[in-house]
């Protein structure tokens, strides 16, 4: 398996511009989390999902910020619109099922977010 | 809940010389516990975990962690570090049943190895 798979590595966007960010998990995982990554705050959990159903959304920032997850292989981040301090590294990462705690969370490389 | 506590947010560290990055957890039920490294420019991947059985595990390039229940660590340590061990290092943890799935992560220490 290629592992999870996000894109775009990198974006500059414009503020109040809308932002999506793409991720594909690891076939078979039924867990998706994305978290952001910023200096100042350390590694947040933004939203989890599992079986496609969002399951812990606490961690979204602002209604500017939503998540999707259509089918078991794709799930989107948007921001509409965005600031410059929505500017960090955010990651997707999958997981077996719950059922299956003791294995990892495997991580995507990340989507660099600049907002100007 | 669950939180991890990384007490030092950086260390730095001669090439060569051994390291203990520090992990301690709080919990009301057991768990399982994991450390990451993030590389630059890279996302997190799993560098070891405990689950059960022996409290000392080992990562393939000399990396260990010893799970101490009584002080609720799980301390990451290198007899001898190398240039290329520069990293971020993320100590988790997850409840081994009940609760909620979603890991908890600590804030993350900077090793940082000179030559």
Known sequence: DAGVIQSPRHEVTEMGQEVTLRCKPISGHN????????????????????????IDDSGMPEDRFSAKMPNASFSTLKIQPSEPRDSAVYFCASSPDRGQRGTEAFFGQGTRLTVV | ????????????????????????????????????????????QLLLKYLSGSTLVESINGFEAEFNKSQTSFHLRKPSVHISDTAEYFCAVIPSSGGSYIPTFGRGTSLIVHP
């Open chain 2, 1 to 44: 809940a669950q939180s991890v506590t990384q007490l030092d947010s950086q260390v730095p560290v001669f090439e060569e010389a051994p390291v203990e990055l520090r992990c301690n957890y709080s919990s009301s039920v057991s768990v399982y516990l994991f450390w990451y490294v993030q590389y630059p420019n890279q996302g997190l």
């Open chain 1, 31 to 54: 867990s998706l989390f994305w978290y952001r990554q910023t200096m100042m705050r350390g590694l947040e959990l933004l939203i989890y999902f599992n079986n496609n159903v969002p």
